[in-house]
């Protein structure tokens, strides 16, 4: 027989139950048993994709019986026990919840018309991986709201895996990436030629099949899809990781003084967040404060001629007293009014960082391109990396750019912050709330030290918070009528205020690149 249950019931239990974390598989291959003759040369395929360089493996088997699927899952369980506990590989069951909580598999991948959704979660409970195809920026949404960890797609090109799929091209695949914080892998057609244009419309990894269970040598042919991934997609430095944990605990310890000159929307939200990052806001335009404040944050959302006399006189005050000064451009280049202010009140004082979203960031840079519609902005820059670096040199000041990515430049170097909870969007005043952590991060550090840092430590904790925020809220699957923006919004503050080294080691994704000269 292809699959003896006996024998493979022997090693069930020692199956790897993963701890609830984001879901960051670089290379997903997916495995049709019905396309193996063999045991042996199923098992074999498997070992060599993992040994090549996949960081999951996803069963599919529409027509396998029960007893031949949960055969074939037992002995893919097998192959992956032989790899080390700490590297080993998830086992994710594609549509058939039954055999994956038979197996005891690590996680299930349904489709629209398979199990829904919130039934597959509240069957594997909070702590199993929930994969969920999803063919439009709405689905995809939908999906986070349900409990998924991450997202596959329609098939991007034409497949003979999935005859029946759509195929969805990379024009829409690239609009389901924008539109959601959760991963998304890009499957259908997928292989080395063209894995380039897909990572580059967005995908955090593949998913294929016949890439590598077709080739004359997989495990080649997974080493070098492995290799693209890791050329072109996010994965964090650690020791980024340790240098924000370290600027992290020194903020607790220090507890300094942040002085907001904010706008009357945001007062509130940015001094409840200062506090839980382990700072103490002052919400005052008092010259007199500014001396005895770690930092100075100005935020020219509220924005008329008198407001702008009492920027200058915080900004002058912070330069004679080496106070770290921040300004968040609200709305630049929405209004002559305020992009003039903005550029003023750089030429005119030397501010430790200026950060905005997008199209601010844009119009700072002199991007014809960007566009800000009142305080938002639906720009999506061409080079956001050559944005923030034309913004560092221009005004001699650190120049972070919030969005799905974070890029934060010095003008020597970018840093790019891949934390992130597209809900954010969807509440006021999330941009100053960040702002005002990098302002309280920026208030810890002594004078001598260099603000990168803090400016890449204050950004990536509000973004691990949101992102935990988002995980807490959504994707461990809601009840009907609960989870919304609302609760987002405080679980950001409690998670913000819980956050600890750990959290910040394990889950933080930063990495750096040089500016190479032109």
Known sequence: AFFTMNQALSTLGSSFISKRKRFRSRLCFVAQPADSPSAPAFQNLIRAAVKGGCTSLQLRGKNLSTKKFVEA???????????????????????????????????????????SAPIVRRLLGPNKILGVTVSSPAQAKQA?????????????????????????????????????????????????????????????GLAVVSAIAAAPDPEAEAAVLDHIICRLTPYSDPNWSKRVAARWNALKLRKPMVQHLTNYVVMNSTANITLAAGARPIMSHETDLVPHAGSVLINIGTLDEEWISRYEAAAGAANAANVPLILDPVGAGATALRTNTVKNLLTKYKFACVKGNAGEMGVLASDEAARVRGVDSDFVPSSPAGIVTKVAKSYNTIAAMTGKIDYVSDGRQVVEIHNNSTILGDVTGTGCAASAVAAAMLASIPSHEEPLDAVVAGLACFALAAEKAEDRIFRSGRSEGSGGTASFWNAVVDELYHLSEDDILEGAQIRSQPILPV
């Open 73 to 115: 899952a037992i002995l893919a369980q097998q192959v992956l026990d032989e790899f080390p506990a700490s590297t080993r590989v998830p086992l994710i069951i594609n549509d058939r919840t039954d055999v994956a909580l038979a197996v005891n598999a690590d996680g299930v991948h349904v489709g629209q018309e398979d199990l």
């Open 144 to 204: 986070l709201f349900d409990g998924a960890d991450y997202l596959g797609t329609d098939a991007i090109f034409p497949t003979p895996t999935k005859p029946e799929s759509n195929v969805l091209g990379l024009e829409n695949f690239s609009r389901i990436c924008a539109s959601t914080s959760l991963p998304v892998l890009g499957i259908g057609g997928v292989n080395a030629s063209n894995a380039v244009e897909v990572l580059k419309a967005g995908a955090h």
